[in-house]
């Protein structure tokens, strides 16, 4: 099995800024995709941003410039800066990540059990 923890959540004022970090563990071969989601409440989850092992990033038009995915392949870790917090990017923020568990298996995708960003006056 994979796990995947995130940290970081809490409160802000808008502008401000937090970081968010997923561990993820377990049986790993490979990861070939890490990234967020949040979701809204009563809205569906959206993508945030993703990371490829390569390096490779894409963002939701909603964070461009002001947020930033990285990861560190042998720490198995994923993080999201984010900067200039507005009241929208309140939500629930949850971390994936596509894992093969052997060579021979095919690609599944994996999720945290997210973390509560509040973003306030």
């Known amino acids: 099995q994979v796990q995947l923890v995130e940290s970081g959540g809490g409160l802000v004022q808008p502008g401000g800024s937090l970081r968010l970090s997923c561990v993820a563990s377990?049986?790993?071969?490979?990861?070939?995709?890490m990234g967020w989601y949040h979701q809204a409440p009563g809205k569906q989850r959206e993508l945030v941003a993703t990371?490829?092992?390569?390096?490779?990033?894409t963002y939701a038009d909603s964070v461009k410039g002001r947020f930033t995915v990285s990861r560190d392949n042998a720490k198995n870790t994923v993080y999201l800066q984010m900067n200039s917090l507005k009241p929208e990017d309140t939500a629930v923020y949850s971390c994936?990540?596509?894992?093969?568990?052997?060579?021979?298996?095919?690609?599944?995708?994996?999720w945290g059990q997210g973390t509560q960003v509040i973003v306030f006056s």
């Open positions: 990371i490829s092992s390569g390096g490779s990033t």
């Open positions: 377990g049986s790993i071969f490979s990861i070939i995709a």
């Open positions: 994936y990540a596509r894992v093969k568990v052997t060579l021979w298996r095919a690609w599944d995708d994996y």
